[in-house]
């Protein structure tokens, strides 16, 4: 094991050219820790609203820092020697950022029970861009909205990297499936199982849209008051998900003046129900789609691409061949 790794290193918040490619320690394993080699890493939204000095940057504590929760890679050390898990294996998962560093690096070291083994039908690439987008939509979708046949429930920025899978799910358990998205990914969603799909740019939803048991809202109001006018359609004692970080300050208020249920929802690396997505995916059952691919040196791309805000499905970096 080397001493050092190839990492893609925030120095200070910035735009997407503050990362920088260099050389940085390799991780420690510890406890009941996995060291990981990483071949793929997956690049979200969270990520880079930390680069820039938002997200969950207050609580990065030293520089310079690796960004980069999903990864998919071969087992380098297991916690013990009789771990089902051993060296060579191939496994996917993801990492709380600061708390552990992150996957745009050449290894991790990652907590046993954030660690599942790799469906063999998907390439590293395809593995890397599920775990937190996934276990995002599985937690809204399933666990908080319990979605079941009968019910309606509205999917804001379908075609993105948790909205894809929670179209997925909500359709998989019967749910009557609303997207909400740019009309060129409309035939797409419907592949994917959702029942309606709703032109964000020529249709107020709301002005199509009634009645919505539960809005699964991947977008709050960084855009057209999305969340807000998102009340406007649940029925008496709907239910109202928000997920980004700080993308409705008012979200409990306004909530409550409507009359309707809210929470918002945060993403625990939980790999007994990444384990459960995993068979899903292996059976084909969902799918997962990578728009872009870009390799390690090309972070500011990835990121440049996530900040567009026009990804079908996710941004990935290549971090090494596997």
């Known amino acids: 094991m080397p001493k050092t790794m190839r990492a893609a290193l925030l120095d200070a918040a910035g735009s997407p050219e503050s990362l920088r490619i260099g050389q940085t320690d390799s991780p420690d394993r510890v406890n009941a820790e996995f060291l990981v080699k990483v071949v793929a890493a997956g690049v979200n939204p969270i990520d880079a609203k930390t680069r820039a000095g938002r997200g969950v940057f207050d609580a990065i504590h030293s520089f310079p820092a690796v960004l980069?929760?999903?990864?998919?890679g071969v087992v380098v050390e297991s916690p013990y020697s009789a771990h089902p898990l051993r060296p060579g294996d191939e496994v996917f998962g993801m990492v709380m950022v600061p708390r552990f560093g992150g996957t745009y690096a050449e290894y991790i070291s990652v907590p046993s029970l954030s660690v599942v083994r790799k469906p063999s039908t998907l390439s590293h690439i395809e593995a890397a861009a599920a775990p937190l987008s996934a276990l995002t939509a599985w937690g809204m979708v399933v666990e908080v909205a319990k979605a079941h046949e009968g019910?309606?429930?509205l999917i804001h920025a379908g075609s993105g990297g948790v909205g894809h899978f929670a179209v997925q799910f909500a359709s998989y358990f019967g749910a009557h499936v609303i997207a909400t998205a740019s009309g060129s990914h409309a035939s797409w969603l419907r592949t994917l199982g959702a029942s309606e799909v709703v032109d964000y740019s020529t249709?107020?939803?709301?002005?199509a849209v009634r009645e919505v048991d539960v809005v699964i809202d991947l977008v709050g109001n960084v855009h057209d008051d999305t969340g807000s006018r998102s009340l406007k359609v649940l029925r008496p004692g709907g239910l109202i998900i928000n997920a980004p970080t700080g993308s409705w300050p008012g979200f409990d208020d306004e909530v409550a003046a409507a009359g309707v249920r809210g929470t918002h929802y945060r993403v625990?690396?939980?790999?007994?129900?990444?384990a459960v997505i995993s068979r899903l995916l292996e059976a084909g059952n969902v799918r997962v789609h990578v728009d872009q691919i870009y390799g390690l040196e090309q972070v500011a791309d990835a990121h440049r691409a996530v900040e567009s805000g026009h990804t079908r499905g996710k941004v990935v970096l290549k971090v090494a061949e596997g």
């Open 68 to 72: 980069g929760h999903d990864f998919s």
């Open 151 to 153: 019910q309606r429930m």
């Open 203 to 207: 249709t107020r939803f709301e002005d």
């Open 268 to 274: 625990a690396p939980d790999g007994n129900t990444l």
